[in-house]
């Protein structure tokens, strides 16, 4: 167990994805300039993302400040801070990380590390909320601020423009709290008002996991094997970011999860649709070598054929011929991945 001390104020780490940013600014719009936390969030962002502007369309509807999070600087209640795209943030007692680490969930900024360092960091004292969303990026976070003493808080499904993530959350997390977007602020300020705690114990697991991600991330440290070893036991898949070994992370009663050698993490969803990913590009790779050896045997078909080599002619056709064989049933098989993929998306949502 790590013990945290008492704080002097209460953090919010707030975890979005799709519909992520009308979310974000109804919520804001209705919390107090005077709030006694400080909020962080993690909004999945594309490489092209603007920080700068989405912190300004925050602010116009925000009585807090608010500003993009920068590495090591000091936590300052009453303030709004948003990761930039393509960096992760991570809390630490007094001070925020913003590092470019390995992905999580195959996200970067991923919700799931900043909500296991509240964890880690601030236990009782760190409200967790997940808005709009999908996949399931940010349920192992809010698993580990349940475990450590914190608040949970959750969009309704219902509410949701995007209700995957909620209800991902919801379905595997004991959370304390499911409101609609317009009850959250008056909710959020009641938590924050409530009395802190002195001290409280954060599991072992967590903080063991956290300190790891903290190396790796800060320092372009690969794990340790042996401290991988304490808190999972190695099984027989392969990253699919990095084809490195891959732990499970087996604490009792917690989430199943998978970290790799190099810092990659996943849950379950996310490690299988990663996969899933990486397995189709290797068919589009496979595919287009197929076409291009098939037109070169095409090619050379001609010139045999021209130069009045009909049997080495017809050899080489036939042997194109095998090529379209094989090229069509990798059509087929990635026409069915992509069928498979949209009616996931479609029960999902």
């Known amino acids: 167990m790590w013990n945290v001390t008492g704080r002097s104020h209460k953090i919010i780490v707030i975890g979005t994805s799709a519909g992520g940013m009308q979310a974000l600014e109804r919520l804001l719009a209705h919390l107090p300039a005077d709030l006694p936390a400080a909020i962080f969030i993690v909004q999945h962002l594309s490489l092209d993302s603007s920080a700068p502007f989405l912190v300004q369309r925050l602010g116009q509807r925000a009585a807090l400040a608010c500003k993009v999070a920068v590495d090591k600087e000091g936590i300052k209640p009453g303030t709004i801070y948003l990761a930039p795209p393509d960096r992760h943030l991570l809390l630490k007692e007094e001070e925020m990380l913003v590092v470019r680490g390995p992905r999580e969930n195959q996200f970067r900024p991923s919700i799931d590390p900043l909500l296991r360092s509240a964890a880690a960091y601030y236990g009782p004292h760190a409200i967790g909320v997940i808005l709009t969303g999908f996949l399931s990026d940010g349920v192992a976070g809010m698993e580990a601020i349940k ?203």
Not at 163 to 177: F, G, K, S, W, Y
Not at 252 to 260: A, E
């Open 147 to 349: 475990r450590s003493g914190g608040k949970t808080v959750v969009q309704d499904p219902e509410d949701a423009e995007f209700a995957p993530l909620p209800q991902n959350v919801i379905r595997q997390v004991e959370t304390d709290h499911v409101v609609a977007l317009d009850e959250m602020a008056e909710l959020l300020v009641t938590l924050c008002h409530e009395p802190n705690q002195k001290a409280a114990n954060v599991p072992g697991d967590i903080w063991q996991e956290v300190q790891i991600t903290e190396r790796i991330m800060t320092n372009s440290a690969m794990n340790d094997i042996e401290e991988l070893n304490k808190i999972g036991e190695r099984v027989p898949y392969s990253c699919p970011e990095c084809g490195g070994s891959l732990w499970e992370l087996t604490q009792p009663g917690t989430l199943k999860r998978y970290r790799c050698h190099t810092g990659h993490a996943y849950t379950q969803d996310s490690l299988l649709l990663s996969m899933t990913s990486h397995l189709e590009e290797t068919l589009w790779v496979a595919m287009r070598t197929l076409e291009e050896r098939r037109n070169i045997l095409l090619h050379m078909s001609q010139s045999d054929t021209e130069k009045g080599s009909r049997r080495w002619a017809e050899l080489q056709e036939g042997r194109a011929e095998e090529m379209k064989v094989h090229i069509e049933r990798l059509r087929e098989l990635l026409a069915r991945i992509a069928l498979n993929d949209q009616e996931h998306i479609e029960k999902a949502s």
